[in-house]
């Protein structure tokens, strides 16, 4: 599902017009944006809780060569699901 679907999608379901639903869609997606590079914690209840997390320097290897090579400190994006939404993916077949 695309930014556009999403964006015609609660245009359909709010009343609001699709310019005005992809504005909402849009900041919504730079508040969250925003809000990780602050490192802040941002969670949705029922929904999922998303994080960074910081990784540590380690020693990779070339998977052609096999020659090993450092990777430096970074940072990733972490998601946990909540509750309900996990059950509702893994109850969906039944």
Do not use: D
């Amino acid at each position: 599902m695309t930014k556009v679907e999403i964006a015609n999608r609660v245009a359909k379901e709010t009343g609001l017009t699709k310019t005005k639903a992809s504005e909402a869609v849009e900041s919504l997606l730079t508040i969250i944006k925003e809000a990780l590079k602050n490192e802040e914690r941002l969670e949705f209840r029922g929904f999922g809780v998303f994080r960074v997390r910081k990784r540590k320097a380690r020693t990779g290897r070339n998977p052609r060569t096999g020659e090993e090579a450092p990777i430096s400190e970074g940072r990733t994006i972490k998601f946990k699901p909540g509750k309900e939404f996990k059950e509702a993916i893994i109850n969906q077949g039944e």
